[in-house]
């Protein structure tokens, strides 16, 4: 039976936690969290589902959203035959990334941020991370564009920074012109 998540809002000061790292292996209850996760995430980017559930859109969440304050973040991504790839990401660390930057033209969201928010965050465009599995393996994966910047916006949660914390207040698309918008 499906259970809709709490997620905090950007007021709780539970976001600015800055994260723990994950101890293997995960507990049951743990692994049963991160797959309800997963299928928040899924079902949000379901139309019928969204609706019938409440749903915001969402490709990602990090621990610390649903109230745990551990490292790690899952993605859930919907690919051009309409299923999903599922990623989860623990103990993150970014070991190389691209020094060419982009942004999302349309703003960056958050599940935690129920508001539009004007504005641009640089980000690598590419990065590779290390990261352990859902299992505690050890694993390196390459990401471009929209991944790169998924990944990026959910480890700053894992520091205790939200996106809106990246855009300048006084110019919100201070610099736009140096990097590429997608």
């Not at 051009?80 to 990623?87: I, L, Q, R, T």
């Amino acid at each position: 039976m499906f259970k809709k998540l709490k997620i905090l809002d950007e007021k709780d000061k539970r976001l600015r936690t800055i994260s723990k790292d994950v101890i293997f292996p995960l507990q049951e209850e743990e692994k049963d969290i991160i797959k309800n996760a997963m299928e928040n995430l899924r079902y949000s980017q379901i139309d019928k589902y969204a609706k019938k559930y409440d749903l915001r859109a969402g490709w990602g969440l990090s621990a610390i959203q649903i109230g745990i304050a551990k490292r790690w973040f899952i993605i859930v991504e919907e690919q051009d035959d309409g299923s999903f790839k599922e990623y989860f990401f623990a103990n993150p660390r970014i070991i190389s990334n691209s020094t060419e930057k982009i942004y999302v033209e349309q703003g960056e969201g958050c599940l935690s941020v129920n508001r539009e928010v004007i504005g641009i965050i640089p980000r690598y465009a590419r990065v590779t991370i290390e990261a352990r599995d859902i299992n505690g393996n050890k694993f390196e994966m390459r990401l471009r564009e929209d991944l790169a910047i998924c990944v990026q916006h959910e480890m700053d949660h894992l520091q205790g920074i939200l996106f809106i914390d990246r855009i300048d207040k006084k110019n919100p698309f201070k610099d736009a012109e140096k990097y590429r918008s997608i």
